[in-house]
């Protein structure tokens, strides 16, 4: 497995009863956030991440083998990047965060 460093990340969702889903189409969905009153256009692998998260953090590792498994992609090295990549974003927009175990 490519995925994360040394250190696994563990991750949550910052503040799931503030978001509001709405599929938009079979490959996007809308999804508003109250905390910040921001809009955003997720893809599905976006969207299965954060379903994911919505009960329980998980690591980085266990997430992605997660998305690679239910979407029948391979686990390697273009979708660790892909995925680590997706993980700074949903941090960066405020809707996941790293969780201190």
Not at 1 to 26: C, N, P, Q, Y
Not at 63 to 89: I, R, V, W
Request: proline content about 3%; charged content about 25%; glycine content about 2%.
């Amino acid at each position: 497995m490519v995925v994360g460093s040394d250190m696994e990340s563990f991750w949550r969702i910052t503040t799931h009863h503030s978001l509001h889903w709405k599929r938009f189409d079979a490959e996007r969905l809308i999804l508003f956030n109250d905390a910040s009153c921001q809009t955003h256009v997720l893809n599905v692998l976006c969207e299965d991440l954060l379903r994911l998260l919505r009960d329980f953090p998980d690591s980085s590792g266990a997430l992605a083998e997660k998305l690679a498994q239910h979407h029948e992609m391979p686990l390697d090295e273009e979708f660790s990047t892909y995925f680590n990549n997706m993980l700074a974003d949903l941090d960066f927009l405020g809707l996941i965060e790293p969780v201190a175990l």
